[in-house]
């Protein structure tokens, strides 16, 4: 079975807060997120081309355990206490299955 992907493209328009945004999201939420989903692997990426959007990816095992994660409780909590945390960040996902790996 591939891999399967969870993506999450945020976008923090105020450049006062990125910082902040990035502490809490480095000491707090990927970590919180990665032991909730039991995820492989987790990035975090910032644009070159537009300073304002960041983006986590998380690797699951295969699309079952992708799946099982979108519809449980903790995608909800995290959910839930970003919106607390960030009300005025606007967020995209996206769901990714792996097609073909190359390279070491």
């Known amino acids: 079975m591939p891999a399967a992907f969870f993506v999450v493209r ?3 328009t105020d450049a ?3 910082a902040a945004f990035d502490k809490w999201y480095e000491t707090e939420h990927l970590p919180d997120a990665v032991k909730a989903f039991g995820v492989s ?8 081309d537009d300073p304002s959007l960041h983006q986590a990816v998380y ?3 295969d699309e079952a355990a992708l799946e099982a994660m979108l519809k449980g409780e ?3 909590r995290l959910t839930a206490d ?4 960030w009300p005025e960040v606007t967020r995209a996902r996206e769901t990714l299955v792996l097609a ?3 390279g070491t």
């Open 82 to 85: 970003f919106n607390r945390d």
């Open 10 to 12: 945020a976008t923090v």
């Open 59 to 61: 690797q699951f095992d």
């Open 16 to 18: 006062g807060r990125r």
């Open 74 to 76: 903790a995608l909800k």
């Open 100 to 102: 073909q790996e190359f």
């Open 41 to 48: 692997k987790a990035w975090r990426f910032w644009s070159l």
